[in-house]
């Protein structure tokens, strides 16, 4: 039997739907897609439940109508600026009869780390294994079949604020779906772009949407830092209205149009007419004049992730470098600047799904709700906590071993 698949992925700019199918043989395609203005987001927090209710009914009508069915449950992806991450650390005495480490001892040790007190306010939506140590030594990812007699277990627990999750799960009911579990938005994405090669050796996913830029780090086959920035497309829009005194719809045009990351890129012969406000007349200013104002505005963002990853000491630990994604990662020479901030090789990424996917999911705006139906095809196959410290590509290999 088929197994269907709902993801949604409330960004700042647009709502985004995606109905999945995996057929038996574990392959995931897209055959509903819809997207949404979003009004009501800001920052990737839901500010008003009722403007991003319509936004996503409309997106989900379009999937629906696209996919042929009627959506129930859904699963959601969080992410946004309240992200946080709080360390822990389990510890479990290895029963003395056993030879070895089993499932249930992990398990176990995996349930201690959880087991701490998090802020009243706040709410785990997912946790990452960084390592297991067994009688002092660390680096472990996978200590079944090992022996030893303390077993400890480095987690991370990435929290949001309550209202943050149930405001999520409050507008997916209001717009008829059921909330069927949820994962952070950027494991999704990463997820959905990277190679599992990628995933193991260390790389960064950078999702640079409009309201906030996520940084997720995935080594030896899983997420295990993230971070969230409050800037990013729309900041640099905020720039451009300032800089031209355009209004915002204007300015966020004319960045999608004619933007560049690199000032130094963009030849001054290059003109760019601009519409005139007020019954005012058009315009004409120098393309590299756009480009001037957007590169602080995009090094500035990336040295916060830059600084992030430092801080969190893993930019050593990228070997597979960075992959930037979200609809920002389109603009003109963006891989360029972050080669030079980061000094490592950057690529951009976009999903890939085999099958008749409509051109629209294979955008990098897509990569975090493609991912939300890989994550709960993923958890779905999981039976258990033992799992978590799996690679997350163990069950998605095949099909990515056929996109490569
Ligand atoms: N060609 C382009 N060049 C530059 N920026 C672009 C381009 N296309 C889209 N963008 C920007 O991408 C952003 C939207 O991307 P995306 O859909 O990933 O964001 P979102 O998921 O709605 O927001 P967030 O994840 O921050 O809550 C907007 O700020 C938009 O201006
Ligand atoms: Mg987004």
Redesign the pocket.
């Known amino acids: 039997m088929q197994e269907i698949y709902v993801g949604i992925?409330?960004?700042?700019?647009?709502v985004?739907v995606v109905i999945g199918e995996e057929n038996l043989g574990g392959e995931m395609t897209a055959t509903g897609i819809g997207q949404a203005r979003?009004e009501g987001?800001s920052?990737?927090n839901i500010v008003n439940i009722e403007k991003v209710e319509k936004a996503l009914m409309n997106a989900l009508a379009d999937a629906e109508k696209m996919a042929d069915i009627e959506a129930r449950e859904a699963f959601l992806a969080v992410?946004?600026e309240r992200l946080r991450t709080i360390a822990s650390r389990g510890v479990t005495a290895v029963p003395k009869d056993k030879e070895s480490i089993d499932a249930r001892s992990v398990s176990e040790v995996l349930r201690a780390a959880k087991a701490v007190v998090i802020p009243p306010e706040a709410v785990i939506v997912d946790s990452v294994v960084r390592e297991f140590v067994i009688d002092g030594q660390g680096g472990i990812t996978d200590p079944v079949g090992m022996s030893g007699v303390r077993m400890e277990a480095d987690v991370g627990l990435l929290v949001v604020p309550k209202t943050s999750l149930s405001n999520l799960e409050r507008t997916a009911e209001r717009a008829g779906l059921i909330p069927d579990g949820q994962t952070v938005?950027i494991k999704a994405a990463g997820m959905a772009i990277l190679s599992p090669d990628e995933a193991e050796i260390g790389v960064a996913v950078i999702?640079?949407?409009?309201?906030?830029?996520?940084v997720g780090v995935f080594l030896r086959g899983t997420l295990v830092w993230a971070l969230s920035v409050g800037y990013?497309?729309?900041s640099?829009?905020k720039d451009l209205t300032v800089g031209l005194s355009l209004p915002f719809d204007t300015a966020?045009e004319l960045?999608?149009?004619f933007?560049s990351a690199l000032e130094d890129a963009v030849d001054t012969a290059e003109m760019v007419s601009i519409p005139g406000i007020g019954g005012r007349e058009a315009r004409s200013v120098q393309r590299r004049f756009l480009a001037q104002i957007m590169e602080p505005r995009i090094e500035e963002i990336l040295v916060l992730c830059k600084d992030g990853l430092l801080n969190a000491g893993l930019l050593g630990k990228l070997t597979a470098g960075i992959v930037l994604?979200?609809?920002?990662s389109?603009?003109?020479n963006i891989v360029h600047i972050a080669e030079r901030i980061f000094d490592l090789p950057v690529r951009t990424g976009a999903p890939d799904l085999p099958g008749q996917v409509p051109e629209i999911a294979k955008t990098?705006?897509f990569s975090?709700a493609i991912g939300a139906i890989l994550a709960a095809s993923d958890r779905r196959h999981r039976a258990d906590l033992v799992g978590e410290n799996k690679s997350l590509w163990g069950k998605l290999r095949k099909w990515f071993v056929k996109k490569i």
Do not use: F, H, N
Request: hydrophobic residues 20%; negative net charge; aromatic residues 0%.
């Open positions: 992925d409330i960004g700042t700019k647009s985004k979003s987001v920052r990737g992410g946004g938005a999702d640079v949407g409009a309201g906030s830029t996520d990013a497309g729309e640099i829009t966020e960045k999608i149009q933007g994604t979200g609809g920002t389109l603009t003109e990098p705006q975090t």
